[in-house]
């Protein structure tokens, strides 16, 4: 988490910098629109993080069943369980991988766990209102219809050539 952590904050000094030296106060003003957000944001954050951290313990409470139904064995029911699971997660990626994290060390195959990410980044249905309202129902259906087997397919490759590797 350190280096992420340090590429932002040379993102986040560099545009700092470049906003000062552009003159106007735009550096002022950046720093009350982050402030803005982030108190907006911060209730959100601290509470996915409370759902991540849950998420990882039941994950480790329910092993035999998340085993069973998520684990190498489950095949292609599975994969397809995990892309559904990956759709329905709400949030950033700050939920999303502690949660998968935690289905991995419980027992999830590796095709489950990459159709579970790849569900979660295409089909996502926490952003389908905002998508309708900005793209239009038509755009978004084709979207989907356009994604919908790809989170299956990518478990499915995961699954036949790195199942060993975790």
Known sequence: MLIPTLIMAVIAVTLSLVA?????????VGMQVSYKMMIEVLPLLLIALVVAGMAQVLAVEYQSFISKWLGPQSGFRGILIGSML???????????????????????????????????????????????????????????????????IAGLIAQAFFAESI
């Open 86 to 152: 990956g759709t329905l997660t709400p949030g950033g990626p700050v939920v999303t991988v502690p949660i998968l994290a935690g289905l991995l060390r419980s027992g999830s195959s590796v095709g489950v766990a990459v159709a579970y990410l790849t569900g979660w980044g295409l089909w996502s249905l926490d952003r389908l209102p905002l998508e309708i309202g900005l793209l239009g129902w038509k755009f978004t259906v084709i979207r989907i219809v356009s994604v919908c087997l790809l989170a299956p």
């Open 20 to 28: 000062y030296y552009q003159g106007g106060g735009q550096h002022i």
